[in-house]
């Protein structure tokens, strides 16, 4: 059973930056694809970022193209989230998700997701 402890979310003025941190526990995170997902109060649970398990493919949601980038470190045991020019409509619990490698690339779907973490809230004031 894959423990999954994200970290680094915050407070933040529109404009800024946040990394977020995802680390692993009771298991070996390149056995995994790897995603971000966010979920803002009275919507729906949202794709943000995911990662191939050697981490050579990379997607992004369409309004976080160019401003968000994930990345990995199997060595840690650990994925992370880059935010750049946050804005209000960022605001939302972050969520990271493992998914067994079924596929070469990485699924945009959470219910292709197995494992979860308890989330952290991020929250962009204008």
């Known amino acids: 059973q894959v423990q999954l402890v994200e970290s680094g979310g915050g407070l933040v003025q529109a404009g800024g930056s946040l990394r977020l941190s995802c680390t692993a526990s009771?298991?070996?995170?390149?056995?995994?694809?790897m995603g971000w997902f966010r979920q803002a109060v009275g919507k729906e649970r949202e794709f943000v970022a995911a990662?191939?398990?050697?981490?050579?493919?990379?997607y992004a949601g369409d309004s976080m193209k160019g401003r968000f980038t994930i990345f990995r470190d199997n060595a840690k045991n650990t994925v992370y989230l880059q935010m750049n020019s946050l804005n209000p409509e960022d605001t939302a619990v972050y969520y990271c998700?493992?998914?067994?490698?079924?596929?070469?690339?990485?699924?945009?779907?959470?219910?292709?997701?197995?494992?979860w973490g308890q989330g952290t809230q991020v929250t962009v004031s204008s």
């Open positions: 990662i191939s398990w050697g981490g050579m493919s990379t």
């Open positions: 998700a493992a998914s067994f490698r079924v596929n070469e690339t990485p699924s945009r779907v959470p219910s292709e997701y197995v494992y």
């Open positions: 009771g298991g070996t995170l390149s056995r995994y694809h």
